[in-house]
């Protein structure tokens, strides 16, 4: 078996068409949505891990708004589930510039 390519990112340049808004948005709701499950772990702690895999079992059979309200207890139709998915990405990209100005 092939190891994985860590720059398969960079070989699929259809994930960032920016003229494309239908094409992308599947991307950008999955990634922000699970950025946004996510950041409820530091908030319930040690009960996140039960109720994510409750939350995985029910994904095919509810919306993302019943599947996210059922088992984290929170509104995504509100700013801030949204809010805080982009603080962690944010945060990602503050890391980043770090990195690279110290190998400046």
């Known amino acids: 078996m092939k190891e994985t390519n860590e720059m398969f990112w960079a070989s699929k340049l259809h994930f960032s068409i920016a003229d494309v808004s239908f094409y992308n948005y599947p991307y950008l709701f999955g990634y922000l949505f699970s950025k946004g499950v996510y950041a409820q772990r530091s908030i319930k ?9 409750a939350l ?6 509810m919306t993302a708004e019943e599947v996210v309200q059922k088992h984290l ?10 809010s805080d998915s982009v ?3 944010a945060e990602q990209v503050s890391q980043f510039n770090a990195l690279v100005n110290d190998i400046k």
């Open 45 to 53: 702690g040690d009960s996140f891990y039960a109720d994510y895999k």
């Open 56 to 61: 995985l079992r029910d994904t095919g059979s």
């Open 73 to 82: 207890g929170v509104d995504i139709r509100k700013p801030a589930f949204w």
């Open 87 to 89: 603080s962690q990405v």
